[in-house]
């Protein structure tokens, strides 16, 4: 498997993502989900790549690399998460609006 990891100066890891690949909003949502455990610096860059810093907050004890390689997998599921949607938004959208259409002649499918 390809290193994907790169360290940085000042105890920070840096992740490319490709856009060809991945989404920003989900390379955005996955990275908020970190906030709490760590300070996130999002960039992109000319060359179709999201750049993801990672620096650890000082009161987490968790390794910075087991962090990069979690949010790693969160990015995975949030561009599953939009592909999905893409795919089969408007299925959704059909059963909610049938949910909440009205009924008319309710008393009649009432049974007591």
């Known amino acids: 498997m390809k290193e994907i990891l790169k360290k940085v100066e000042n105890r920070q890891l840096l992740i490319e993502i490709s856009k060809e690949i991945y989404d920003k909003k989900a390379a955005m949502a996955a990275a908020y989900k970190f906030t709490d455990r760590c300070y996130i610096y999002v960039n992109s860059t000319l060359e179709n790549i999201i750049e993801i810093y990672f620096k650890a907050k000082e009161s987490i004890s968790t390794p910075l690399e087991k962090i990069a390689y979690e949010y790693c997998n969160e990015l995975l599921d949030q561009q599953v998460r939009l592909d999905v ?28």
């Open 85 to 112: 949607e893409a795919s089969y938004g408007n299925i959704r959208d059909l059963i909610v609006k049938q949910a909440f259409f009205p009924i008319e002649n309710i008393e009649e499918q009432i049974k007591t």
